[in-house]
């Protein structure tokens, strides 16, 4: 099917350390990116979205960066804690639909 | 309630049998999305619907997966005659419109014996 593609399926990080995610998109049309954090057992958990028109955007500790030349998205967690530790998914949303797909996702261990 | 809620939170049938998974959306989102998540992997985009009309119903692996949505609410996702290849997390999100922030129930784990 469909899919948004991540370059590394495992980061380690020391906590404290910054962490970045990156993932390549496919769909030029794509007008809508999320990245979502997910836990065992659990469904996925919006953490940051950004537009086709921007950048960059910033939240608590999380920043993220898209590149639509390349088509390429980047997460950036700051100063990782032990509580980020999950698989963290990139999506894009097809524009003018309801299609929101996700990439294969990267696990994301913080190391104490 | 303040969140997607999705039931049963897990079901184990017989091959051949059918299942209804059931999604109780945010109140007053107007989009709704079902996704399958097998072990391991990422999530497999099914269907949305924006009130109760799924505009896109290609993500459906095959003619034995069916949606519905009534009342611009609760869904329901049937699969009839289930295989084993079936078996995985049904999640479910809604959003307040097809371009916003889609938020998650806790899904639904299927096991087809």
């Known amino acids: 099917g469909e899919s948004v593609g991540l370059h590394l399926p495992t980061l380690s990080v020391q906590e404290g350390d910054n962490s970045i995610i990156n993932c390549a998109y496919s769909n030029s049309a794509s007008d809508y990116f999320i990245w979502y954090k997910q836990e065992s057992g659990k469904g996925p958990q919006f953490i940051i979205d950004i537009r086709s028109n921007m950048d960059k955007r910033q939240g608590q500790r999380v920043t993220v960066l898209l590149n639509k030349t390349v088509k390429h998205l980047s997460l950036q967690i700051a100063a990782t804690q032990p509580g980020d530790s999950a698989v963290y998914f990139c999506a894009e949303n097809i524009s003018n639909t309801g299609k929101l797909i996700f990439g294969q996702g990267t696990t994301l261990q913080v190391k104490p | 309630g303040a969140g997607v809620s999705q039931s049963p939170s897990n079901k184990v049938t017989e091959k051949g049998k059918d299942v209804e998974l059931r999604c109780d959306p945010i109140?007053?989102?107007?989009?709704l999305y079902w996704y399958r998540q097998s072990l391991g992997q990422g999530l497999e985009f099914l269907i949305y619907f924006q009130g109760n009309s799924a505009p896109d119903k290609s993500g459906l692996p095959s003619d034995r997966f069916s949606a519905e949505r009534t009342g611009g609410s609760v869904s329901t996702l049937t699969i009839q005659r289930t295989q084993q290849e079936d078996s995985a997390v049904y999640l479910c999100?809604?959003?307040?419109?097809?371009?916003?922030?889609?938020?998650f129930g806790p899904g639904t784990r299927l096991t087809v014996l």
């Open positions: 999100a809604s959003s307040s419109g097809l371009a916003g922030k889609r938020f």
């Open positions: 109140s007053g989102h107007t989009a």
